[in-house]
């Protein structure tokens, strides 16, 4: 008897280095998505947890956790104070690496998270009614000299929203009221909520066609707003990307991020994407961790100078 009780201890005493040295992945993962449901940053992380679950055979899904006023942050949170393993993946906004410090809330300052890579680059807009008596910046500028004009956006904490100020600013006029949403599309404006909207033109593809796009936030003009001038053509100072990556804790495994960003790549670089990419004008592609810590420090750089006009 004592001889098989050693020898049962021993056969697990070797079993449990087994046991912890499990491959990833092992059990469900979760891709959090500080939003509702629907925009591209959602379609998109949704086909890679399908893919991931496909390609691995554990469960993996889509948690929309959106913050309302609290934009992306409360969903950043969750994914900061999960442990370091890669079973919780966050799909961020570039707003939560870089504003998220700068937000008071302690887990996210310093900035928890790392780069797996950048996949998209939004079509952003601000955009109006188009029976609205102003349809170029200048004229909305104009306007609201002596007009009350009310902007919705996503979260002021925000990149787009804080580019969309700094823009307001460098053309001298200022909002009279702004409004966090969970969601701005075609009813926001429709319900007279408020004046302008800053969102994707995924949310407001059904009824392009009654609005007047003002300008379009990033690097280059939309697809499906060609006409429409982009912010840093009106004020090159503001020029930045607005773009929406895959994060992890700074702590997690190499070989756990080159799983996740092997998945990612394949399937942002599928024709399926790339179809989706034509539909909706935006950019959708692999960026690898690397290059998304630059693409990131430039932007910081800009940032930088959206801040000083805000500030002023």
């Known amino acids: 008897m004592k001889a098989l009780l050693k020898a049962s201890a021993a056969l697990l005493a070797l079993a449990l280095p087994l046991a912890a040295q499990a491959e990833y992945p092992e059990k469900p993962v979760e891709f959090v998505v500080p939003w509702p449901p629907g925009d591209l940053e959602d379609v998109l992380t949704r086909l890679i947890a399908e893919k991931f679950q496909d390609t691995y055979g554990v469960p993996a899904a889509v948690v929309n956790k959106p913050g309302g006023g609290g934009g992306p942050f409360p969903g950043a949170v969750e994914v900061a104070q999960a442990p370091a393993d890669g079973y919780t993946v966050g799909s961020f906004v570039i707003g939560v690496p870089l504003i998220g410090p700068e937000t008071g809330i302690p887990a996210l300052n310093p900035n928890p998270f790392e780069p797996v890579g950048i996949f998209l680059t939004y079509p952003f807009v601000i955009a109006a009614s188009g029976d609205a008596p102003y349809g170029t910046m200048e004229e909305l500028a104009a306007y609201a000299q002596d007009n009350d ?72 003009r939309t697809a499906l707003t060609p006409d429409a001038r982009t912010v840093g ?7 930045i990307s607005l773009w929406n990556g895959l994060f992890v804790h700074k702590d997690t495994p190499a070989d756990v991020r080159e799983k996740i960003a092997a998945v990612a790549q ?13 539909e909706t004008g935006a950019l959708i592609y692999w960026q690898d961790a690397e290059s998304a810590k630059a693409q990131m420090d430039k932007d910081a750089v800009t940032l930088g100078t959206v801040s000083e006009l805000i500030a002023d």
């Open 266 to 278: 394949e399937v942002v670089t599928s024709d399926a994407a790339q179809k989706l990419a034509a």
């Open 149 to 220: 004009v009310a902007l919705g956006h996503f979260g002021s904490f925000l990149i787009p929203t804080q580019v969309t100020f700094a823009l307001a600013q460098e053309m001298g006029f200022d909002y009279a009221a702004e409004a966090a949403f969970d969601a701005l599309d075609c009813n926001t404006l429709a319900s007279g909520d408020v004046d302008v909207i800053n969102t994707t033109l995924q949310l407001i593809k059904p009824c392009l066609d009654d609005l007047t796009v003002l300008a379009s936030i990033g690097s280059q």
């Open 233 to 239: 053509e009106i004020a090159p100072n503001l020029d």
